[in-house]
């Protein structure tokens, strides 16, 4: 039963105890802990206005849509409790009674179920998920609809989100070089499968378990390229503004995978610099800038990251798709062939005075400390 005393600031839909979101405009409640929640224009999707909104049917918020779900779910499934909520999903931690195992399972609001091209498009691409395998990406077990609701089956999975992790303390250059580099491999099998996942942001990006293996996880607003491409550009602006491309911030219809490689270098920015490339007082501010300026060079502010590593990430970020890089495999490639030995992040190979390589010079003085040691215990 919905809370009568908290109502949404913006529509004054009677807000449940539990709700991250209004269920009738996706307006972020006071309870809401994920300021980064993808943004999405309900207008853009279908959803409904003005009278149409007023004759609707009351939509089941805080415990009665928890009561509704599990009549659903049935004796299939126990839930147990809400994990997650965007802005257009809850995801939900429940036991699945037959194979005695933990998952997850993601519900779209009832509300969007009303809007048919958003619903197919989210099933179109959930079925085209199921059949990724990459070790990096969150598999789908099932897709079901059932009594006005549908929702994803996954494996429910511990650890913390890159979010959570980079809120604790900034991550070294090293650290971040692994997580991008994991990051831009699972990207490349997605888009094998002619998917852009279009909403990377630190919050999609789950480390798991006590190695922090990096997977990336909710392709909930994933775009298919498979289909008709649309007719008209300037459409609904779907994504997290801190991390979209030029493209995307357009809302034009031709986003290709590309637009997941400037969105991986704005988080590269982000995990290097403790900030995102571009900051603002609103949305619409912030996707201006990606539209317009020029991030400041990563070198500019700390130049003790290395050369070929800030190189990587500024060549994603640039406004032309066509100079980043062509392929998340060619990211991935000039990450790993990033190395750490210099400050100034110059090559692996420079040699020292004497013309020899450095890396052997200490090689060839860690071996005579140690015979010198040798020789010393033994005269005593």
Known sequence: MADTSSRCTACSWPLGSDDLFCSRCATP???NVDPQATLVNPAGIGHATGDEAQASAPLPTGTAFNDRLRHVLGAEYDLISLIGQGGFARVFQARDRRLDRLVAIKVIRPDLMRATAFVESFRQEGIALAKLRHPGI????????REGLIYYIMPFVQGTTLEARMNRARLPPFESRRILSELADALAAAHRAQMVHLDIKPANVFLEGDLQKVLLMDFGIAQALTGPV???????????????SPEQARGLPEIDHRSDIYSLGALGYRMLMGRPPFRGRTAAEILEKHLTEAPVPLRDINPTIPKEFADAIMRCLSKDPGERFATALALRSALESVTF?????????????????????ILIASVALLIGLLIGQALR
């Open 138 to 145: 969150v598999p789908i077990f099932d897709i079901r609809e």
């Open 341 to 361: 030995f210099g400050a100034d992040g110059e090559a692996a190979g420079r040699e020292a005075v004497s013309g020899i390589p450095g890396t052997l010079v």
């Open 29 to 31: 409640t006071p309870l």
């Open 230 to 244: 649309r007719e008209s550009s300037g459409g609904p602006v779907v994504g997290t503004p801190e991390y979209m």
